[in-house]
């Protein structure tokens, strides 16, 4: 959530060239050159019509600033992309398709194929068309034709012949692109942990780094900070990017802590909960150059409170174009001190430095600026966060909606306030609580009582009441408080019955000055009750005492305890005792056996003797008890062995252990310590009898496993010497030990995938046996499974390798093997070739050409070879042997001309009179010798002699002419 709205100037510069001229009435603008990534610009052009211009023939009105056709070339870099033009304005004519014709050229109209060509016509309001391009670099000029008429004869406006056709023509200068990163950083309330969205904050699509940031969904999570973060966003890629690092700051709603205070009755209080929030916000400087070359080697250092946020920020070269700056955000603070150290450099007078508050105010500003620290620096004020409070209750305040309410409460009052702030969405709360006691012209004595309890039937001390902690006083006690205010129908100090009992405790000096405090007295009875219980013979009995007694006949016993409130309370306890009756049983079982006794209880798998009781209930109420003695006798020890697997097809064999030597059966057929064979997962059971009955039982489990179901696959089943193949096991279940056989001779052992290369050509059978964690083996093979073939191998030669611009024509002759395909590249811009040989002719131009040839087989498998052409230039020149420098026309000058092959930056011409002297030097070949002397006075006419050196282009070689020059006038 924003704060509250920052004055921003944009980053990106747009600079404007306003040329305009009075041919054809027009004017053409470069409306901006934005970056918009890959190394890729968008260039807007404006033209407009302004001036009419007319003539009048016969009467007829002929307007020439009509516009029928445009040309539009970008020089600097090439058009990639065309956009469909606007218009403002009235127009009597549209703009369909244009056509480009070169790499960097497109034309409209005349120019074009449209049927319906541009047409702008004079009028009020200005009609203007604008044209967008996507170009592969900044660029440097637009140049522009506009034509109006195809006329015979030349019209007006000044208007000159371009191909047939009238019109006018001008170049503009195209500023530079700036990268736009910037953005307003929010503030965040203090323990949120609500996630903030930061591409809300700029207009841009770049990336947003730093703690608690999703780079890639542009997500902040506050949860976890406190103070301030710096997060940083970037705009732009690899060819073109700019940064800018800024601060979240976090605001805390925490109200002051407020102190518990204590008033007299009718006082009043001054509450307060005031808070003073400053955000951070941001300052923006703007650096200006008046004359659109940039600052000339000046810089500046930006500090923040004595430590370098930026430095050597400086206004680039902008071609003339105005304005030229750029512009700086800086995230400050309250209280921050922004300090600017200037270093100039030439031409001081044409900058000037402009400083901005959050708001748009200018705060600073300089032209000229000197060497060294610009003033004493800028104080920050930042806005402060809107507030709200909210008092509770509202009773006794004099406004509840304000940070410093005044409390007058007619009682104790617990106040809590609400800080909040719909700006950052969040509150924090706290309280103070208000006491409020009666005031007078004395201080009432303390007094502290205690409750009293007593039990019946005894008096009490309401003395005993006041407690030791009170202040001195004199106390008369009352039965009520109106009473004790009033001090009338006082009573003893001595009570016997439970109420609350008041006491009046007035100052030793002043007995109108008093304290008034209650005793609560609780009374509680005495007890005496008697029971009658009967038992049988030979019980034990627990008295309320705690003490127990073993009964033999009747008897009473008297317990003296005390109740809960520490009162007596006596209980007699009268017995009566009655006879018990009982008889044995004698039982003999084998061990494990499970037996019910006489009174239903049921003892399972006894494996010891064992004496039990069986408690009945006889008529009288008392035990009847029946003891039964059981004698266990022990069950033969049988032993089937452990479950153990078999394969399917396999034998196996049962044998029971049988110590005791009892016999034994099996279950399902088999017969002990005999083969037999296992069909399917099945359980077998053995069962050992001795001479008396006594039987035990063990099983054993023989599981029957099935051999594994082999499967695997291969990635890929075709390629070229050294073929790579990743081998996959689907076998189901788990794979003990596993055997890769890859047609070649050799193997492997891994159970999952595995990595094999083929080396030679041919057809490989696979196999994969498996065995399982059973034992149990089963096997796949794959006859010419995966197929290899050998890789191409590229070759060419040429029939010349050095050419010259006069012919650039070669023969490349294929010498590639095992490819059946073949890409010829030739790196001149020309399409790719896919013959066999290739005969190509390289543009007549020179330079390096690399040849590229492709050979491919029919499973994909390439191969590359590379050969370099070099085309040379020619050194081609002539020079006058006679010039007349008469001032007419034509002849005027002496000089060498040449036509290519040279370096211009490498060339000395020198004239020499019959003595040798030197007349003329020149090391621009453009610059000749006009036949004067040195001071300027004309020759006469003769023979000179010349003298030329250069150096040509194509090597380091240097060439010496001399001969003779007739002078005629």
């Not at 890729?40 to 056709?69: H, K, M, P, R």
Request: one cysteine or more; a negative charge.
């Amino acid at each position: 959530m924003k704060l509250f709205i920052s004055f921003l100037l944009a980053v990106i510069i747009l600079c404007q060239s306003n040329y305009s001229h009075s041919c054809n009435g027009l004017s053409t603008t470069v409306v901006s050159n934005s970056y918009i990534g890959n190394g890729e610009y968008l260039i807007a052009v404006e033209i407009c019509e302004f001036v009419s211009n007319s003539q009048t023939t016969n009467g007829v009105v002929t307007d020439w600033a009509s516009i029928f056709g445009i040309i539009i070339t970008v020089n600097g870099a090439n058009i990639i992309g065309i956009n469909t033009p606007s218009i403002t304005g009235v127009s009597t004519g549209v703009t369909l398709f244009p056509t480009q014709t070169a790499s960097n050229q497109v034309e409209y109209g005349d120019w074009g194929n449209s049927n319906a060509p541009v047409f702008l016509d004079y009028g009020d309001p200005q009609e203007c068309w604008t044209f967008e391009f996507i170009v592969d670099g900044p660029g440097v000029t637009v140049n522009v034709w506009t034509s109006s008429s195809e006329s015979a004869t030349q019209p007006g406006g000044g208007m000159v012949l371009n191909n047939g056709i009238w019109g006018c023509g001008e170049g503009v200068g195209i500023p530079p692109a700036v990268c736009d990163a910037s953005w307003t950083p929010p503030v965040v309330c203090a323990g949120s942990t609500t996630p903030i969205d930061l591409y809300t904050t700029t207009s841009g699509n770049g990336v947003f780094t730093g703690p608690g940031v999703d780079s890639l969904t542009g997500m902040f999570d506050p949860s976890g900070f406190s103070s301030n973060v710096t997060i940083t966003y970037t705009v732009g890629d690899q060819f073109f990017n700019c940064s800018s690092s800024q601060d979240i700051t976090f605001i805390n709603l925490a109200p002051p802590t407020l102190n518990d205070t204590t008033i007299c009755v009718g006082d009043t209080v001054a509450l307060d909960a005031s808070l003073n929030v400053a955000a951070g916000c941001a300052y923006t400087l703007v650096l200006d150059d008046n004359f659109g070359d940039g600052w000339n080697g000046a810089d500046l250092d930006i500090y923040i409170n004595g430590v370098l946020y930026l430095g050597n920020q400086t206004v680039p070269n902008c071609g003339g174009s105005l304005p030229c700056q750029i512009t700086i955000n800086i995230p400050v603070n309250t209280g921050d001190i922004i300090l600017l150290n200037y270093t100039g450099g030439t031409w001081d007078s044409e900058n000037t430095i402009f400083l901005y508050d959050a708001q748009g105010n200018l705060v600073y500003s300089i032209n000229n600026p000197p060497d060294g620290n610009l003033g004493n620096g800028t104080i920050v004020t930042c806005p402060t966060v809107p507030i709200d409070y909210l008092w509770t209750p509202s009773a006794g305040l004099s406004d509840p909606n304000i940070a410093n309410p005044l409390a007058n409460p007619a009682s104790t009052t617990t106040y809590t306030v609400t800080v909040s702030s719909a700006t950052l969405g969040c509150s924090q709360q706290t309280q103070v609580t208000i006491t409020t006691v009666p005031c007078g012209g004395c201080t009432p004595p303390i007094i502290i009582t205690d409750d009293l309890t007593l039990c019946s039937p005894n008096n009490v001390d309401l003395n005993s009441g006041i407690n030791g902690g009170s202040g001195p006083g004199n106390a008369t006690f009352y039965s009520s408080s109106a009473n004790a205010n009033n001090a009338v129908n006082a009573i003893g100090n001595t009570v016997s019955a439970s109420g609350y009992y008041y006491v009046r405790y007035e100052d030793p000096i002043d007995p109108q000055c008093f304290s008034i405090d209650s005793i609560l007295v609780t009374v509680y009875p005495t007890s005496n009750t008697t029971e009658n219980i009967t038992v049988c013979q030979g019980s034990t009995v627990v008295y309320p005492d705690g003490t127990s007694e073993l009964i033999t006949g009747n008897t009473s016993h008297i317990s003296n305890l005390q109740t809960v409130n520490g009162c007596d309370s006596l209980i007699t306890t009268n017995v009566t005792s009655n006879p018990s009756y009982s008889s044995t049983v004698n039982v003999s079982l084998c061990a494990g056996s499970d037996y019910t006794f006489p009174d239903g209880v049921i003892h399972s798998n006894i494996t010891a003797s064992e004496v039990y009781d069986a408690i009945f209930v006889s008529s009288n109420g008392c035990d009847s008890t029946i003891t039964t003695n059981i004698t266990i006798n022990q069950i033969p020890v049988v032993d089937a062995g452990n479950n153990f697997t078999i394969c399917e097809g396999e034998n196996a064999i049962l044998t029971a252990f049988n110590p005791s030597g009892a016999s034994i059966s099996w279950n399902n057929g088999v017969q002990d310590g005999v083969l037999f064979a296992p069909t399917s997962t099945q359980t077998y059971t053995v069962t050992a009898t001795d001479p008396i009955g006594c039987s035990s039982s063990d099983s054993v489990t023989i599981t029957v496993a099935t051999a594994p179901v082999v499967n695997f696959v291969a990635d890929t089943l075709f390629g070229c010497v050294p073929h790579e193949v990743i081998f996959t096991n689907l076998t189901p279940g788990n794979s003990a030990s596993c055997l890769w056989q890859f047609g070649d001779g050799s193997t492997s052992s891994e159970c999952s995938s595995v990595l094999y290369t083929y080396n030679n050509p041919g057809l490989y059978t696979v196999t994969l046996t498996v065995t399982d964690i059973n034992g149990c083996t089963g096997s796949l093979t794959i006859d010419d499974y995966i197929e290899v073939t050998n890789v191409p191998l590229a070759g060419f030669y040429a029939d010349d390798y050095q050419l010259d611009i006069f012919d650039t024509e070669v023969f490349f002759t294929n010498t590639s093997v095992n490819a059946e395909n073949y890409t010829w590249q030739f790196s001149d811009g020309s399409p790719d070739e896919f013959n066999v040989n290739s005969i190509h002719t390289f543009p007549e131009e020179p330079g390096i050409y690399v040849v590229t040839l492709i050979a491919e087989n029919s499973l994909g498998c390439s191969d590359t070879a590379y050969a370099y052409i070099m085309v040379n230039d020619v050194l081609i020149y002539y020079v006058p042997n006679t010039f007349t420098p008469d001032g007419d026309a034509y002849n005027n000058e002496f000089k060498p001309i040449f036509t290519r092959g040279y370096d211009p930056y490498d060339y000395h011409l020198m004239i020499f009179n019959r003595w040798g002297e030197i007349l003329f030097e020149s090391y621009d070949v453009n610059y000749g010798w006009k036949g004067t002397y040195p001071e300027g006075n004309l020759v006469q006419d003769g023979t000179y002699t010349w003298k030329i050196d250069f150096k040509e282009t194509m090597t380091d070689k240097r060439h010496e002419a001399v001969g003779h020059i007739n002078l005629i006038r």
